[in-house]
């Protein structure tokens, strides 16, 4: 059974920095990943999809890479802005399956002006 | 494409009684899928179809739970007898079949459930 993890679950920094955000699986036989972004109270906005032949996305100030060996991913966002606060989810589909994503519990990330 | 919409977007009831939630996915996406989720918690999945077809169901799927998808277009999820650990926000999502393309899913606003 896929399981992923995120790490940290919460973050706090102020405006401008960069910023990594983590996400971890344990089943490397993965089809895609794909980067939510939720605001609270709202639904699921999708930022990025990795395929799995794939080693990275780019949107904007947003670059997700993946690694499927050590069963890794990473959110990087460049130059933070108070409007990135959200939580980042991460979802992942097996392969060899139905293809239903898994997800982690998210980052909460909080940017201060 | 005008997304997927859920409706209601908020519903309070009482506990024991019946409640339907409506979901319309993107046109010509052929799979649906239901998630739960609990504040401070990702999605964790209920269901899915392809078309009309219920492919799979979590264990987290009682038997006070039904999903349909007739026609498949349009998916209503019914939860009978309510507890108050049914309260939660339901997620309908919908994509294109996976395939080496390895299709987006868009999910909706969401449907937030009380029971009191």
């Known amino acids: 059974k896929q399981e992923v993890t995120q790490i940290p679950a919460a973050l706090s920094v102020p405006e401008g920095e960069n910023l990594v955000l983590n996400c971890s699986f344990t089943?490397?036989?993965?089809?895609?990943l794909q980067w939510f972004r939720q605001d609270p109270g709202k639904g699921l906005t999708s930022l990025l999809l990795?395929?799995?032949?794939?080693r990275e996305q780019t949107s904007g100030r947003l670059n997700a890479s993946l690694d499927k060996s050590s069963g890794r991913s990473t959110l990087y966002i460049a130059a933070s802005q108070p409007g990135d606060s959200a939580t980042y989810l991460c979802?992942?589909?097996?392969?060899?399956?139905?293809?239903?994503?898994?997800f982690g519990r998210g980052t909460s990330l909080i940017v201060h002006p | 494409d005008t997304g997927v919409s859920q409706d209601p977007r908020h519903k309070i009831t009482k506990r024991g009684q019946n409640v339907t939630f409506r979901c319309d996915p993107i046109?010509?996406?052929?799979?649906l899928y239901w998630y739960r989720q609990t504040l401070g918690q990702g999605p964790e999945f209920l269901t899915y179809?392809?078309?009309?077809?219920?492919?799979?169901k979590s264990r987290l799927l009682s038997d006070r739970f039904s999903a349909e998808r007739p026609k498949g277009s349009f998916s209503t999820l019914e939860i009978q007898r309510t507890e108050q650990g049914d309260s939660a926000m339901y997620l309908c999502?919908?994509?294109?079949?996976?395939?080496?393309?390895?299709?987006?899913?868009?999910f909706g606003e969401g449907s937030w459930l009380t029971v009191v």
């Open positions: 990795i395929q799995s032949s794939q």
């Open positions: 089943d490397s036989a993965i089809y895609n």
């Open positions: 046109s010509e996406h052929n799979r």
């Open positions: 179809f392809q078309n009309e077809a219920q492919l799979e």
């Open positions: 999502a919908s994509s294109k079949r996976q395939d080496f393309s390895g299709n987006t899913i868009y």
């Open positions: 979802a992942v589909s097996s392969s060899g399956g139905s293809y239903i994503p898994t």
